[in-house]
Protein backbone atom coordinates (compact mmCIF):
# COMPACT_ATOMS: atom_id res chain seq x y z
CA UNK A 1 0.00 0.00 0.00
CA UNK A 2 1.22 3.87 -0.60
CA UNK A 3 2.24 5.72 2.28
CA UNK A 4 0.16 8.48 2.19
CA UNK A 5 0.08 11.84 4.39
CA UNK A 6 -3.64 12.66 6.44
CA UNK A 7 -4.57 16.51 6.68
CA UNK A 8 -4.66 18.06 9.81
CA UNK A 9 -7.56 20.40 10.54
CA UNK A 10 -7.26 23.28 12.60
CA UNK A 11 -10.63 23.86 14.68
CA UNK A 12 -11.30 27.03 15.92
CA UNK A 13 -11.75 27.94 19.81
CA UNK A 14 -15.69 28.51 19.10
CA UNK A 15 -16.19 25.65 16.87
CA UNK A 16 -16.92 27.63 14.21
CA UNK A 17 -14.39 27.53 11.76
CA UNK A 18 -11.99 24.46 10.02
CA UNK A 19 -9.06 25.30 8.49
CA UNK A 20 -7.18 22.45 6.57
CA UNK A 21 -3.04 22.48 6.15
CA UNK A 22 -1.30 22.68 3.37
CA UNK A 23 1.28 20.00 3.04
CA UNK A 24 4.54 21.78 1.83
CA UNK A 25 6.87 20.72 -0.58
CA UNK A 26 10.09 18.66 0.72
CA UNK A 27 13.80 20.35 0.98
CA UNK A 28 14.68 23.89 2.09
CA UNK A 29 13.32 25.23 -1.65
CA UNK A 30 9.41 24.06 -0.39
CA UNK A 31 9.06 24.64 2.97
CA UNK A 32 12.17 26.55 4.04
CA UNK A 33 13.56 24.83 6.56
CA UNK A 34 17.34 23.96 6.56
CA UNK A 35 18.56 20.66 8.59
CA UNK A 36 20.14 23.00 11.28
CA UNK A 37 16.37 24.53 12.13
CA UNK A 38 15.41 20.72 12.75
CA UNK A 39 18.21 20.34 14.80
CA UNK A 40 17.32 23.39 16.65
CA UNK A 41 13.77 21.81 17.10
CA UNK A 42 14.89 18.28 18.73
CA UNK A 43 17.07 19.96 20.80
CA UNK A 44 14.62 21.99 21.99
CA UNK A 45 11.56 20.02 22.19
CA UNK A 46 12.93 16.78 22.45
CA UNK A 47 9.27 15.40 23.46
CA UNK A 48 7.94 16.27 19.59
CA UNK A 49 10.09 12.81 18.59
CA UNK A 50 7.52 9.91 19.29
CA UNK A 51 10.45 7.92 20.52
CA UNK A 52 8.21 5.88 23.56
CA UNK A 53 6.94 4.29 20.16
CA UNK A 54 9.84 3.22 18.87
CA UNK A 55 11.33 2.21 22.01
CA UNK A 56 9.48 2.71 25.71
CA UNK A 57 13.53 2.34 27.02
CA UNK A 58 14.80 5.47 25.46
CA UNK A 59 11.42 7.39 26.07
CA UNK A 60 11.93 10.96 27.55
CA UNK A 61 15.70 12.20 26.77
CA UNK A 62 17.35 15.09 28.13
CA UNK A 63 18.94 17.02 25.35
CA UNK A 64 22.78 17.62 26.00
CA UNK A 65 24.24 19.17 22.49
CA UNK A 66 24.00 19.44 19.08
CA UNK A 67 27.35 18.69 16.37
CA UNK A 68 28.82 16.75 19.13
CA UNK A 69 32.56 15.72 17.59
CA UNK A 70 33.24 12.21 16.73
CA UNK A 71 36.26 10.62 14.94
CA UNK A 72 33.52 9.85 12.31
CA UNK A 73 31.72 13.25 11.86
CA UNK A 74 29.62 15.41 14.09
CA UNK A 75 26.47 14.13 15.93
CA UNK A 76 23.59 16.25 14.65
CA UNK A 77 21.77 15.49 18.28
CA UNK A 78 23.13 14.02 21.08
CA UNK A 79 20.41 13.18 24.05
CA UNK A 80 21.35 10.87 26.92
CA UNK A 81 18.05 9.04 29.24
CA UNK A 82 18.02 9.43 33.33
CA UNK A 83 19.23 5.51 32.86
CA UNK A 84 22.13 6.61 31.02
CA UNK A 85 20.87 5.47 27.18
CA UNK A 86 22.57 7.44 24.55
CA UNK A 87 20.27 8.91 21.82
CA UNK A 88 21.74 10.07 18.58
CA UNK A 89 19.43 11.78 15.91
CA UNK A 90 20.63 12.54 12.02
CA UNK A 91 18.68 15.04 10.72
CA UNK A 92 18.27 15.03 6.83
CA UNK A 93 16.40 16.98 3.79
CA UNK A 94 15.51 14.59 2.28
CA UNK A 95 16.12 16.37 -1.23
CA UNK A 96 19.74 16.52 0.07
CA UNK A 97 22.31 13.97 -2.78
CA UNK A 98 23.16 12.18 0.48
CA UNK A 99 19.78 11.94 2.08
CA UNK A 100 19.35 8.46 1.04
CA UNK A 101 21.82 5.75 1.93
CA UNK A 102 24.74 7.69 2.98
CA UNK A 103 22.50 9.09 6.08
CA UNK A 104 21.95 5.45 7.69
CA UNK A 105 26.01 4.49 6.99
CA UNK A 106 26.70 7.82 9.21
CA UNK A 107 24.44 7.15 11.92
CA UNK A 108 26.00 3.77 11.57
CA UNK A 109 29.27 5.42 11.96
CA UNK A 110 28.58 7.46 14.52
CA UNK A 111 27.60 4.30 16.63
CA UNK A 112 30.30 2.52 16.43
CA UNK A 113 32.43 5.43 16.93
CA UNK A 114 30.69 6.22 20.67
CA UNK A 115 30.83 2.19 21.02
CA UNK A 116 34.38 2.64 21.69
CA UNK A 117 33.99 5.48 24.26
CA UNK A 118 33.53 5.29 28.24
CA UNK A 119 31.45 7.74 29.96
CA UNK A 120 34.34 10.22 30.91
CA UNK A 121 35.23 10.23 26.89
CA UNK A 122 31.48 11.50 26.56
CA UNK A 123 31.37 13.57 29.08
CA UNK A 124 34.97 15.45 27.84
CA UNK A 125 33.44 15.79 24.11
CA UNK A 126 30.07 17.13 25.67
CA UNK A 127 31.90 19.81 28.25
CA UNK A 128 33.58 20.75 24.95
CA UNK A 129 30.73 21.16 22.96
CA UNK A 130 28.55 23.15 25.49
CA UNK A 131 31.65 25.15 26.78
CA UNK A 132 30.99 24.17 30.56
CA UNK A 133 33.37 22.34 33.24
CA UNK A 134 31.93 19.15 35.34
CA UNK A 135 30.04 16.79 34.49
CA UNK A 136 27.57 18.11 31.80
CA UNK A 137 25.98 15.15 31.19
CA UNK A 138 24.72 14.17 34.30
CA UNK A 139 24.03 18.45 35.51
CA UNK A 140 22.01 18.70 32.47
CA UNK A 141 20.52 15.65 33.03
CA UNK A 142 19.29 16.73 36.86
CA UNK A 143 18.02 20.28 36.01
CA UNK A 144 15.69 18.18 33.56
CA UNK A 145 14.18 17.57 36.84
CA UNK A 146 15.61 13.84 37.42
CA UNK A 147 17.01 12.72 40.50
CA UNK A 148 19.93 10.85 39.47
CA UNK A 149 23.39 9.14 41.54
CA UNK A 150 25.72 10.29 40.07
CA UNK A 151 27.97 6.68 40.03
CA UNK A 152 25.11 5.03 39.23
CA UNK A 153 24.78 7.37 35.97
CA UNK A 154 28.32 6.58 35.01
CA UNK A 155 28.38 3.19 35.16
CA UNK A 156 25.07 2.77 33.47
CA UNK A 157 26.47 5.06 30.38
CA UNK A 158 29.61 3.21 30.52
CA UNK A 159 28.11 -0.10 29.70
CA UNK A 160 25.74 1.20 27.49
CA UNK A 161 28.37 2.58 25.56
CA UNK A 162 30.50 -0.55 25.33
CA UNK A 163 27.39 -2.36 24.87
CA UNK A 164 26.31 -0.18 22.10
CA UNK A 165 23.03 0.19 23.50
CA UNK A 166 21.92 3.04 21.75
CA UNK A 167 18.58 4.78 19.97
CA UNK A 168 19.62 5.98 16.86
CA UNK A 169 17.24 8.34 14.79
CA UNK A 170 17.20 9.43 11.76
CA UNK A 171 15.12 12.93 11.24
CA UNK A 172 13.74 13.98 7.70
CA UNK A 173 11.43 15.99 6.19
CA UNK A 174 10.41 13.50 4.23
CA UNK A 175 11.94 9.79 4.07
CA UNK A 176 11.65 7.87 0.64
CA UNK A 177 11.36 4.79 -0.41
CA UNK A 178 15.29 3.70 -0.46
CA UNK A 179 15.71 4.60 2.86
CA UNK A 180 12.99 2.54 3.91
CA UNK A 181 14.90 -0.27 3.37
CA UNK A 182 17.37 -0.14 5.82
CA UNK A 183 17.14 -3.34 7.00
CA UNK A 184 19.16 -4.88 4.45
CA UNK A 185 21.93 -3.20 6.05
CA UNK A 186 22.06 -2.83 9.86
CA UNK A 187 22.68 -6.89 9.78
CA UNK A 188 26.37 -6.01 9.40
CA UNK A 189 26.85 -3.61 12.29
CA UNK A 190 25.32 -6.87 14.76
CA UNK A 191 27.92 -6.11 17.15
CA UNK A 192 25.90 -2.90 18.79
CA UNK A 193 23.28 -3.77 20.22
CA UNK A 194 21.23 -0.67 18.91
CA UNK A 195 17.09 0.65 18.06
CA UNK A 196 16.76 2.03 15.09
CA UNK A 197 13.80 4.23 14.01
CA UNK A 198 12.46 6.03 11.17
CA UNK A 199 11.03 9.61 11.78
CA UNK A 200 9.67 12.11 9.30
CA UNK A 201 8.60 15.85 10.13
CA UNK A 202 6.04 16.81 7.35
CA UNK A 203 5.72 20.05 7.81
CA UNK A 204 2.31 22.02 6.76
CA UNK A 205 1.19 25.19 6.44
CA UNK A 206 -2.08 27.38 7.06
CA UNK A 207 -3.71 30.21 5.78
CA UNK A 208 -2.16 32.84 7.90
CA UNK A 209 1.57 31.60 7.08
CA UNK A 210 1.68 29.74 10.48
CA UNK A 211 3.83 26.41 10.28
CA UNK A 212 2.72 22.75 11.81
CA UNK A 213 5.30 20.48 12.04
CA UNK A 214 3.60 16.75 12.32
CA UNK A 215 6.09 14.06 13.49
CA UNK A 216 5.33 10.26 12.76
CA UNK A 217 7.52 6.94 13.38
CA UNK A 218 7.89 5.20 9.50
CA UNK A 219 10.19 2.32 10.61
CA UNK A 220 11.61 0.77 13.48
CA UNK A 221 13.94 -2.17 14.31
CA UNK A 222 13.93 -4.56 16.79
CA UNK A 223 16.94 -4.25 19.00
CA UNK A 224 19.98 -6.27 16.98
CA UNK A 225 21.92 -8.14 19.26
CA UNK A 226 23.93 -10.53 16.95
CA UNK A 227 23.21 -12.36 12.96
CA UNK A 228 23.44 -15.60 12.19
CA UNK A 229 25.22 -16.06 8.66
CA UNK A 230 25.13 -19.10 6.59
CA UNK A 231 28.71 -19.60 4.80
CA UNK A 232 28.63 -21.65 1.73
CA UNK A 233 29.13 -25.33 1.64
CA UNK A 234 32.94 -25.80 2.40
CA UNK A 235 33.89 -22.43 3.78
CA UNK A 236 34.53 -22.56 7.13
CA UNK A 237 34.93 -19.87 10.02
CA UNK A 238 38.53 -18.01 10.17
CA UNK A 239 40.92 -19.18 13.11
CA UNK A 240 40.12 -15.96 15.14
CA UNK A 241 36.45 -16.56 14.86
CA UNK A 242 36.19 -20.27 16.17
CA UNK A 243 38.06 -18.64 18.99
CA UNK A 244 36.13 -16.22 19.46
CA UNK A 245 32.83 -18.42 19.64
CA UNK A 246 34.13 -20.60 21.97
CA UNK A 247 34.84 -18.09 24.30
CA UNK A 248 38.99 -19.33 25.26
CA UNK A 249 41.41 -16.88 27.51
CA UNK A 250 43.56 -15.69 24.21
CA UNK A 251 47.14 -14.87 25.59
CA UNK A 252 48.90 -11.67 24.39
CA UNK A 253 50.46 -13.31 21.72
CA UNK A 254 47.78 -14.64 20.65
CA UNK A 255 45.52 -11.70 20.48
CA UNK A 256 48.34 -9.91 18.93
CA UNK A 257 48.17 -12.39 16.00
CA UNK A 258 44.31 -12.42 15.95
CA UNK A 259 44.96 -8.24 15.63
CA UNK A 260 46.86 -8.36 12.68
CA UNK A 261 45.06 -10.62 10.77
CA UNK A 262 41.56 -8.74 11.63
CA UNK A 263 43.54 -5.62 10.12
CA UNK A 264 44.70 -7.51 6.99
CA UNK A 265 40.99 -8.97 6.57
CA UNK A 266 39.64 -5.52 6.91
CA UNK A 267 42.26 -3.66 4.83
CA UNK A 268 41.04 -6.37 1.79
CA UNK A 269 37.49 -5.35 2.45
CA UNK A 270 38.12 -1.97 2.27
CA UNK A 271 39.57 -2.08 -0.76
CA UNK A 272 36.56 -3.80 -1.98
CA UNK A 273 34.58 -1.34 -0.99
CA UNK A 274 36.58 1.11 -1.94
CA UNK A 275 36.77 -0.30 -5.89
CA UNK A 276 33.49 -1.64 -5.86
CA UNK A 277 30.65 -0.13 -8.10
CA UNK A 278 26.78 -0.78 -7.83
CA UNK A 279 24.44 -0.51 -10.60
CA UNK A 280 21.33 -0.82 -8.20
CA UNK A 281 21.49 2.69 -6.54
CA UNK A 282 19.44 1.12 -3.63
CA UNK A 283 21.53 -1.87 -2.80
CA UNK A 284 22.78 -1.02 0.92
CA UNK A 285 26.85 -1.55 1.22
CA UNK A 286 28.05 -3.17 4.32
CA UNK A 287 30.77 -1.61 6.43
CA UNK A 288 34.23 -3.45 6.10
CA UNK A 289 34.34 -6.25 8.20
CA UNK A 290 37.04 -8.17 10.57
CA UNK A 291 35.93 -11.74 9.39
CA UNK A 292 36.12 -13.70 6.45
CA UNK A 293 33.11 -12.64 4.60
CA UNK A 294 30.37 -9.75 4.30
CA UNK A 295 27.08 -9.72 3.27
CA UNK A 296 24.56 -7.30 1.09
CA UNK A 297 21.05 -7.86 2.33
CA UNK A 298 18.20 -8.12 -0.04
CA UNK A 299 15.24 -6.36 1.85
CA UNK A 300 13.53 -9.62 2.73
CA UNK A 301 11.79 -9.91 6.31
CA UNK A 302 14.23 -10.48 9.42
CA UNK A 303 17.29 -10.11 6.92
CA UNK A 304 16.87 -13.13 5.82
CA UNK A 305 18.03 -13.17 2.24
CA UNK A 306 21.37 -11.78 1.29
CA UNK A 307 24.18 -12.58 -1.14
CA UNK A 308 27.45 -13.67 0.92
CA UNK A 309 30.53 -12.51 -0.31
CA UNK A 310 33.70 -13.79 0.86
CA UNK A 311 37.80 -14.76 1.23
CA UNK A 312 39.17 -17.84 2.08
CA UNK A 313 42.58 -17.35 3.00
CA UNK A 314 43.46 -20.91 3.83
CA UNK A 315 42.33 -21.85 0.49
CA UNK A 316 43.20 -18.60 -1.31
CA UNK A 317 39.96 -18.41 -2.92
CA UNK A 318 37.45 -15.84 -2.89
CA UNK A 319 33.79 -16.12 -3.90
CA UNK A 320 29.87 -15.49 -3.94
CA UNK A 321 26.79 -17.25 -2.64
CA UNK A 322 23.19 -16.55 -2.24
CA UNK A 323 22.16 -16.96 1.23
CA UNK A 324 19.31 -17.49 3.66
CA UNK A 325 18.46 -18.31 7.04
CA UNK A 326 16.84 -21.91 6.89
CA UNK A 327 12.87 -22.74 6.38
CA UNK A 328 12.32 -18.43 6.26
CA UNK A 329 11.17 -16.25 4.12
CA UNK A 330 14.19 -15.24 2.36
CA UNK A 331 14.75 -19.14 1.82
CA UNK A 332 11.21 -19.40 0.03
CA UNK A 333 12.23 -16.11 -2.33
CA UNK A 334 15.49 -18.07 -3.18
CA UNK A 335 13.77 -21.32 -3.81
CA UNK A 336 10.76 -19.21 -6.30
CA UNK A 337 14.03 -18.60 -8.20
CA UNK A 338 14.27 -22.03 -9.60
CA UNK A 339 11.93 -21.17 -12.90
CA UNK A 340 14.67 -18.53 -13.95
CA UNK A 341 17.10 -21.59 -13.73
CA UNK A 342 18.10 -20.74 -17.13
CA UNK A 343 18.15 -16.97 -17.53
CA UNK A 344 19.74 -16.74 -14.57
CA UNK A 345 22.97 -18.91 -16.20
CA UNK A 346 22.58 -16.79 -19.15
CA UNK A 347 22.69 -13.39 -17.60
CA UNK A 348 25.78 -14.81 -14.81
CA UNK A 349 28.02 -16.27 -17.40
CA UNK A 350 30.26 -19.31 -17.44
CA UNK A 351 31.58 -20.67 -14.18
CA UNK A 352 28.22 -19.88 -11.70
CA UNK A 353 27.04 -22.92 -10.11
CA UNK A 354 23.10 -22.92 -10.05
CA UNK A 355 21.34 -25.97 -8.32
CA UNK A 356 17.99 -26.01 -7.27
CA UNK A 357 18.02 -29.94 -6.99
CA UNK A 358 18.85 -30.25 -3.04
CA UNK A 359 17.26 -29.63 0.05
CA UNK A 360 18.21 -25.55 -0.41
CA UNK A 361 19.06 -23.43 -3.98
CA UNK A 362 22.62 -22.92 -4.58
CA UNK A 363 23.45 -19.78 -7.17
CA UNK A 364 27.53 -19.37 -6.55
CA UNK A 365 30.94 -18.69 -8.00
CA UNK A 366 33.96 -18.64 -6.57
CA UNK A 367 38.10 -17.90 -7.57
CA UNK A 368 40.89 -19.21 -6.37
CA UNK A 369 44.77 -17.48 -7.14
CA UNK A 370 48.11 -18.71 -5.95
CA UNK A 371 48.43 -16.34 -2.71
CA UNK A 372 45.62 -14.24 -1.67
CA UNK A 373 48.48 -12.24 0.31
CA UNK A 374 50.52 -11.79 -2.70
CA UNK A 375 50.00 -8.16 -4.13
CA UNK A 376 49.24 -9.42 -7.68
CA UNK A 377 47.32 -12.04 -6.47
CA UNK A 378 45.18 -9.65 -4.33
CA UNK A 379 44.73 -7.40 -7.24
CA UNK A 380 43.29 -9.79 -9.16
CA UNK A 381 40.98 -11.22 -6.19
CA UNK A 382 39.13 -7.97 -5.89
CA UNK A 383 38.90 -7.06 -9.05
CA UNK A 384 36.89 -10.65 -10.07
CA UNK A 385 35.39 -9.98 -6.42
CA UNK A 386 33.80 -6.55 -7.52
CA UNK A 387 32.54 -7.24 -11.12
CA UNK A 388 30.97 -10.04 -9.68
CA UNK A 389 29.32 -8.73 -6.63
CA UNK A 390 27.51 -5.99 -9.14
CA UNK A 391 26.78 -8.59 -11.76
CA UNK A 392 25.11 -11.01 -8.95
CA UNK A 393 23.19 -7.79 -7.27
CA UNK A 394 22.12 -7.02 -10.89
CA UNK A 395 20.38 -10.38 -11.47
CA UNK A 396 19.26 -11.33 -7.93
CA UNK A 397 18.07 -8.53 -5.82
CA UNK A 398 15.15 -7.69 -8.17
CA UNK A 399 14.45 -11.14 -8.47
CA UNK A 400 14.36 -12.17 -4.97
CA UNK A 401 12.44 -8.53 -4.25
CA UNK A 402 9.85 -9.48 -6.73
CA UNK A 403 10.33 -13.70 -5.24
CA UNK A 404 9.57 -11.47 -1.85
CA UNK A 405 6.18 -9.57 -3.04
CA UNK A 406 4.38 -12.51 -4.79
CA UNK A 407 5.16 -14.31 -1.48
CA UNK A 408 3.21 -11.22 0.27
CA UNK A 409 0.14 -11.51 -1.80
CA UNK A 410 -0.36 -14.71 -1.49
Same mark, same amino acid.
Given at each position: MA???????? @????????????????GGGGHGMTEAAIQDLIHRFPSCLPIAEIDPLFANPVPICRELSTPAGPIDNFMVTPTGLPVLAE?????? /?????EVVGQILDYAKE???????????????????? +?? !???????????? !??? #????DALTVNLRRGRFLLLIVGDGIRVGVETITEYLQGHSGLHFTLGLVEM? #?????? +??? #????? !???????????? @????????????????SSGSIESPERRAGRERRNAIRQSFWQDFL? +???? %? %? /????????????? #??FKFGAPGGSSWLTVYR????????????????????????ALAPQAEELAAELGPG?? @? %?????? /?????????????? /????????????????AFINALRPRIRSALRALVEE
Open positions: RQHSTPLV @ISGDGASVVTARLLELCKLWRN /PEGRRLALWTSSDLQREASRRVGRE +GN !VLLDLVRAAGND !VDE #ISFNP #IYQLAD +GAR #IVVPR !VLAKTQTIVRSV @IALPDGLALSEDEEEEA +GLHL %D %D /PDQMRPPPALGGH #IVDVRTNRVGLDLSSNRNSVGERASKVT @I %DFEGDR /PIIAQDFTVRDLEN /PEDRARALNWLQERTN
